[in-house]
């Protein structure tokens, strides 16, 4: 039975109950009654029933995760919508325990979503010259990882939300593995390692940052960008020479 009908049937009963008592006590205490109008109650009975308040999804705590279990929590991840189509996650790779250089990058593309593995196919071997250039590799001394762990369609940029759901893995990621300076490549991942969200890459790259008040940090291009845009090789070089600068002071005799 609908539940307009089973609540007509109540009214009705109810209706024919008042009408008893209404005679019965007219017997002894006659009165006029008013009209009765259970319209109010039965729109109140009738109303959809509110939907239940969907809690917000808590910004869950990865600091007490080692990198076992972080890369775990990683592959099991639905916080954003990029794990609808992800093939695999990539979660970083390289040297995990206090690299000279940490490569954060945005987020897989389509050969890393396929291999689950960060900066493959000629981007990845771009980056791979740069640290070499610079005695850097991600065999021995550098580790590399994206502010997002699964791939955005048509390799397009990573939205906030997006962002915001996955930037907890990163940030754990880098306090297990502990590096000595910071690369940032390309504008997503400056921006959200630098907060400052209406820069230009020009300027930001300009500057030179400090992670969590402690771990030197730069921002140059994304590597498939200066493969697009070969006149961005100088100031990458620049950048680069900078880095070096960091990792390798100079010894001062
Ligand atoms: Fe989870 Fe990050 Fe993948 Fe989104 S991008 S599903 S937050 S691992």
Redesign the pocket.
Known sequence: MEKTEKLSHAITELDNLMDYYEAVLRKRFPFTPKNRDFSSVARTLAAPAPEPEVEETPQEDFSGLDMKRLQFA?QN????Q??KT?TN?VFGEGCTYKPLVMVIGEGPGEKEDLSGRPFVGPAGEFLDKWLAAIGLSRDTNTYIANI???RPPQNRDPMDE?KD??KA?LYQQIALVMPKAILCVGKPASMLMTGKTDATMASLRQKLFLYDYSIPMICTYHPAAVLRNLEWKAPVWEDLKKLRSIIFPPVRG
């Open positions: 990683v991840c639905t916080r954003c990029l794990c992800r996650t997002v762990k699964c997006e759901a996955c893995f």
